[in-house]
């Protein structure tokens, strides 16, 4: 009988605690939606939080970056070159030649003439849909 109760002790604690958990967590998840939905909230947080005592400080001019306590470095020179050159786009095709190519190669491979249909120019596609309307 004593171990019965003292699991039912333990059984109260442990839903106790769930509870509590659950209480600060609803509790913490108001308080973010009010951060997020009201923007005096969100706009004090934000001041806060990048402001002098906050833990990402902002610096409106140079004499504040010279400030005792925050550690600075010089930014070094971005070096260029360093990534490959982008792919060439391909020409735009006249309107007759594309609708002539996008057809030979729906008869050729239709699961790949999407591509060709992707090179189109906007004003193709809408000229040909509004022809067939």
Known sequence: MDSAVAWGNRAADVIKGYANFAVNEHQENLAYNEILTNPDVLSDYTLKFFGPEGPYPVYESEDQLETRGYPTQAIGQPQ?????????????????NFWGNFGEMMNRDPQNAWRILNQAQPQTVANKLFVME
């Open 80 to 96: 260029l070159g360093q990534f490959p050159a982008p792919p060439a786009a391909a020409a735009p095709q006249a309107p007759e």
